[in-house]
């Protein structure tokens, strides 16, 4: 597995919204085009790809009845399953999502509590188990107050990036807030080698203004 962060400025997202039915949010835009285009790459020659699924994690914290506090320590991630006809296009496809994590309802979000605190109560229950991987993931992040903090006074963070440690599979996809804040994102993905370098040089993932700022060198098209 091989990482690459891509940055993707104000006007690159804007670009890329209005590409795209109203109302689309940043996560479902970023999380469909590049489910896209790794599916894309990974199929080349192969023919037409349509009904596939995607496994989101999204922070439930704010979600439940009784919204836990954004400094609640612990797991709040909670991982479901979204599908789409990838044929459609990337507006149908960014819609999709949109749909699907607007619709989680919170019986869903107890219901995989339950089972993970029931999972540690039998033996060896509490042993580590693959959480991201094999299916390909994208992890919602972008609304985390990442440049709020300071390890020295007055400076905040120059650049954010996330990798998780263990992902394997087809990879997996996070969207960040960027440095300069409001409509800009990073983008953190961690795929196969070969994956992370053809997304790094992928016309229509850079045709919006992205740029790669970390990750496989990108060489020009003979």
């Known amino acids: 597995m091989s990482s690459a962060t891509f940055h993707f400025p104000a006007s690159a997202m804007r670009e890329l919204l209005s590409a795209l039915e109203p109302g689309a949010t940043p996560f479902a835009a970023l999380a469909a085009l590049f489910w896209l285009r790794v599916v894309a790459n990974a199929n080349a020659g192969d023919g037409e790809e349509r009904e596939r699924e995607l496994t989101l994690a999204l922070d439930f914290r704010k979600r439940m009845h009784a919204p836990l506090p954004t400094g609640y320590y612990g797991s709040a991630v909670h991982f479901t399953r979204a599908r789409a006809d990838l044929a459609a296009g990337l507006p149908a496809v960014a819609a999709a999502l949109d749909r699907h994590v607007a619709g989680v309802p919170e019986d869903e979000l107890w219901a995989a509590l339950e089972w993970l605190h029931a999972r540690q109560q039998q ?3 509490g ?3 693959q959480m991201y991987g094999p299916e390909l993931t994208a992890m919602a992040l972008d609304h985390v107050p990442m440049y709020g ?4 006074v007055g400076a905040p963070p120059a650049r954010v990036a996330c990798r998780v440690g263990g992902a394997a599979g087809e990879g997996l ?3 960040l807030p960027a440095a300069e804040g409001g409509e800009a994102r990073d983008v953190v993905v961690t795929l196969p080698a070969e994956a992370t370098a053809r997304v790094c040089r992928d016309g229509e993932v850079l045709r919006y203004g992205a740029k790669v700022v970390f990750g496989p060198k990108v060489e020009k098209d003979a």
């Open 173 to 175: 996809v996070i969207v």
């Open 127 to 129: 042993e580590p188990f």
């Open 123 to 125: 033996p060896g229950g």
């Open 149 to 152: 903090a300071e390890f020295e």
